[in-house]
């Protein structure tokens, strides 16, 4: 029986195979350079789409229309939406939407509250924070009316020391972690000129919630940021992540002159291998994770050999319970031994070698 093949040009007409290779072809994939090329339409386009996870950085979305989209783990920096952009029926779970819409149906719903709002915010910085302290708990009834408005003006305070000082603690009263990312990354897009509270959110993010898919894709877009301390911030969290990949970040960026990131780096890809590489990625002077940028030495080798094999000695004797109170217990390491296990190590740095760390060794290894 003769197969059928079906073909694009069919199927589609020659100006939208044209733009789909426009698209493909150019290097830049940013949400609006795409809009340009696309020549889609704001108002209708974009209804009932799956928008999972776009970045809309430095895109200006007034007048699109997004009614029964999915917009969940949608984040950036610098976007612009207002009333006129349309979220009727869509979905915004961990988006940097929904805080956003969430406040706006609130004070649909509470009228009453936006006087307090209002007078509250505008107060003195010591004023402000003081009232948010008292009317946020970390108890059961820490959702009430008075600890939703202390979130609100926060976020709609004009005081960088406000927003930067309850970035932290504010975390307590959120009923879920994915409200708390929606808040911060709603703080990271509305405020992204101020660096200061860029670099708390940013900070926040990777302690509490590098675990999150969402908050792991956002870590990657603000590790691209030419702030210093913003991308070094967002590289500790994508290090540490269960989700992180060393193809996600950029090792010839200067950021890596830090020898903290880079031993970092090194800890989580041991890791991610298994215990042994842990051990044998280990700096035998510090017992912390080796800087890939100072060489290892045969020298080096040996005391790591030395090192793991009297750990895993000692280890047993304890296991085996032949340790006895006041009993001197000396553990010695061959020095055949200690050879031996210098191969084992040396192969184990190389393969690792192989998962992006860059190690180096001396020229005229004898392993």
């Known amino acids: 029986m003769m197969t059928e093949f079906m073909y694009f040009d069919d199927h589609f007409s020659q100006a939208t195979l044209d733009t789909v290779d426009a698209v493909i072809r150019d290097d830049d994939s940013s949400f609006t350079n795409l809009m340009r090329i696309s020549k889609l339409d704001k108002c209708n386009d974009f209804q009932n789409a799956d928008l999972r996870d776009i970045d809309f950085s430095n895109a200006n979305l007034t007048g699109f229309n997004f009614s029964g989209s999915d917009l969940r783990g949608a984040f950036g920096v610098n976007v612009t939406f207002d009333n006129s952009t349309i979220f009727i029926g869509a979905q915004l779970s961990q988006s940097i939407f929904a805080f956003s819409v969430s406040k706006d149906l609130f004070f649909e719903e509470h009228p009453e509250w936006k006087k307090k709002y209002e007078k509250v915010k505008s107060g003195f910085w010591t004023d402000v924070i003081c009232w948010v302290a008292e009317n946020t708990k970390s108890t059961a009834d820490s959702n009430d009316i008075t600890t939703t408005v202390a979130k609100y003006i926060v976020d709609d305070s004009d005081d960088i020391v406000v927003r930067s000082q309850s970035l932290y603690f504010l975390s307590r009263t959120f009923r879920t972690a994915h409200e708390h990312i929606e808040f911060l990354l709603h703080t990271i897009n509305r405020y992204s000129n101020d660096r200061k509270t860029i670099v708390i959110a940013t900070r ?41 990949s060393i193809d996600d970040i ?71 319970g032949l340790r006895r109170r006041g009993e001197q217990i000396s553990v010695t390491v061959k020095r055949d031994e200690i050879e031996a296990r210098a191969h084992i190590v040396k192969s184990r740095l190389e393969r690792m070698i192989e998962y992006g760390i860059p190690f180096h060794f001396d020229k005229k290894s004898e392993f």
Request: aromatic share 10%; hydrophobic share 35%.
């Open 204 to 244: 926040v993010l990777s302690e509490l919630y590098s675990y999150n898919h969402v908050a792991y894709s956002a870590l990657k877009n603000l590790a691209k940021d030419d702030n210093h301390e913003i991308s070094r911030e967002a590289l500790f969290g994508l290090i540490s992540s269960k989700f992180f």
């Open 250 to 320: 950029d090792l010839s960026s200067s950021y890596f002159d830090s020898s903290e990131l880079r031993r970092r780096l090194v800890r989580s890809v041991a890791a991610k291998l298994g215990p042994e590489y842990t051990y044998v990625a280990r700096d035998p002077n510090y017992g912390t994770p080796l800087d890939y940028e100072e060489k290892i030495s045969d020298d080096t080798i040996r005391m790591i050999s030395r090192s793991t094999l009297h750990n895993e000695k000692l280890n047993r004797v304890i296991n085996d």
